[in-house]
């Protein structure tokens, strides 16, 4: 059974950068597909971001690309997405999230919010 732990997430302003990391156990991070989805309140949770497993294959939501990055540590099991030019509505609770066959697996979430 993988395990995800995410961290790295907290209050900030506007304009500001943060970077959120998820530490992968349990299975081996390099078979793969990984990738962070996000819930405002009041909404659905949404994929932002995916990486394959080899990492040569990326996908970023309209809503984030050009602002976010997402990357990956194989050997070290770690997959860290890296947000820039924060929003106000980028305000949610970010999940990391590994795709088992066709199924994501998520971890418990850390909060971002983004002030004015």
């Known amino acids: 059974q993988v395990q995800l732990v995410e961290s790295g997430g907290g209050l900030v302003q506007a304009g500001d950068s943060l970077r959120l990391s998820c530490e992968v156990s349990g299975r081996t991070l390099s078979s793969y597909t990984m990738g962070w989805f996000r819930q405002a309140p009041g909404k659905e949770r949404e994929l932002v971001t995916s990486v394959s497993s080899s990492g040569g294959t990326q996908f970023y939501a309209d809503s984030v690309k050009g602002r976010f990055t997402i990357s990956r540590d194989n050997a070290k099991n770690m997959v860290y997405l890296q947000m820039d030019s924060l929003k106000p509505e980028d305000t949610a609770v970010y999940y990391c999230?590994?795709?088992?066959?066709?199924?994501?697996?998520w971890g418990q979430g850390t909060q971002v919010t983004v002030s004015l």
């Open positions: 999230a590994a795709k088992i066959g066709v199924i994501w697996r």
